[in-house]
């Protein structure tokens, strides 16, 4: 069960990089939805959206796949013949956490597709044959001079029909735009309880390791890496989820 989010509620001097660690695992949950404005909507809406692309016999991917709420999205509304979810992420923590978590979801529903659950980095991972590819807040992990790459083979995995989900934080290349955005986003994360303390130095951790696009980026990149169609499905404040299509 997740704990509540309490990892920045004291004073740190200095402050350290953000790190999926067993600390954040811990409450990971928690700290994403109280975090990330529309996250419950997001994740079971891939769900569905998965299964309007994916393809018979074909491998459907969760990049960063943290605790495995998107995986699990995947495994109980796509319904194809010959599909099985990889699931993917580097920290250590998390790959475990992931695993029980989606042992203990077999037990709950019937009829789910299987899973593989990967310790790896995606920037060096070999893909199958994939019809989906899922990204969800995770290219903003990626270093950016390491982004294109990414993207260029996951487009070249991808099987005709398929599509990568992509959920990210947005930069607004408009100041006002940009300052509207993050006080709003300051004032959700005050109404899910966060103290300012935690709110600046959670900010603090994590400004040399995410760094956000703005949606032009985003869109010029997938394009670039070789995709056709790029389409925002949802946005809530500074946040947004992308179907790009081959």
Known sequence: MSESDRLFSQANHPMRDFVFNEDVVKVFPDMIKRSVPG?????????????????????LY?????????????????RQDGCRVIAVDNSPAMVERCQQYLSQQDSLFQELL??????????????SPTSVVALNFTLQFIQPDQRLSLLKRIRQALVPGGALLLSEKLHFADENDQALLTELHVAFK??????????????????????????EEHRERLLSAGFSRVTVWFQCLNFASLIAQP
């Open 62 to 78: 969760d990049l960063g796949c943290s605790l495995g709420a998107t995986s699990q999205a995947l495994r109980r509304h796509v």
């Open 190 to 215: 005050r109404a899910n309880g966060y103290s300012e303390l935690e709110i600046a130095q959670k900010r603090n951790a994590l400004e040399r390791v995410m760094v956000p696009d703005t949606l």
């Open 114 to 127: 299987p899973v593989q659950v990967i310790e790896a980095d995606i920037t060096q991972l070999a893909f």
């Open 39 to 59: 996250y419950p909507t997001i994740v079971e809406n891939l769900g569905v959206l998965a299964n309007q692309f994916t393809q018979p016999n074909t491998a």
